[in-house]
T-cell receptor, first 114, second 113 residues
């Protein structure tokens, strides 16, 4: 069965510092990969996705992620954290191009310190 | 463009009761998925509906059931509620085309006492 791990349930960075949120998946077949953000009392909002093609993917709000097949990773980065980036971040994978059964990681809570 | 809307936003039920949650999909989307998100965890896939038929199901018992209507809106029904059913229930719609992402509603917070 596919699984997703996110190293670090809670990450704290200073405003203006680099954000790095880690995601690894377990599968011998490359999946479709997504990052979602969840603000308190809200649903999940798509940040970016990787399907095929270029392995460095740019998303909204200055975030980007790089797919590394050899490391089965899809880490999320942002060069300079902003206070508004404080939220819960979820990595998700699916092997279906038609949206069935997204498998989500446990999430990483990002805190941004002034 | 109208996004995914869910109702109600909050609900309190007693163990053993039944509950129905509702979801209106984003305009132009024909596929609806339901997810359960327990406190402090990632969402878990319950099932997906495409053109009024269930076409994928996660590891949830049969007391979790659903419907999709001709206008692509959907219901999630849970019978014989248990305390562990307390969670945020998220509805997501998608266009059903290749590689289309899920678009989520804000969820229904269900508390079972």
């Amino acid at each position: 069965a596919q699984s997703v791990t996110q190293l670090g349930s809670h990450v704290s960075v200073s405003e203006g510092a680099l954000v790095l949120l880690r995601c690894n998946y377990s599968s011998s077949v490359p999946p479709y990969l997504f990052w979602y953000v969840q603000y308190p009392n809200q649903g999940l909002q798509l940040l970016l996705k990787y399907t095929t093609g270029a392995t460095l993917v740019k998303g909204i709000n200055g975030f980007e992620a790089e797919f590394k097949k050899s490391e089965t990773s899809f880490h999320l980065t942002k060069p300079s954290a902003h206070m508004s980036d404080a939220a819960e971040y979820f990595c998700a994978v699916t092997f279906s191009p038609y949206g069935q059964n997204f498998v989500f990681g446990p999430g990483t809570r990002l805190s941004v310190l002034p | 463009e109208t996004g995914v809307t869910q109702s109600p936003t909050h609900l309190i039920k007693t163990r053993g009761q039944q509950v129905t949650l509702r979801c209106s999909s984003q305009s132009g989307h024909n596929t609806v998925s339901w997810y359960q998100q327990a406190l402090g965890q990632g969402p878990q896939f319950i099932f997906q509906y495409y053109r009024e038929e269930e076409n994928g199901r996660g590891n949830f018992p049969p007391r979790f059931s659903g419907l999709q209507f001709p206008n692509y809106s959907s219901e999630l029904n849970v019978n014989a509620l248990e305390l562990d059913d307390s969670a945020l229930y998220l509805c997501a719609s998608s266009s059903g085309t290749a590689n289309s992402p899920l678009h989520f509603g804000n969820g229904t917070r269900l508390t079972v006492t």
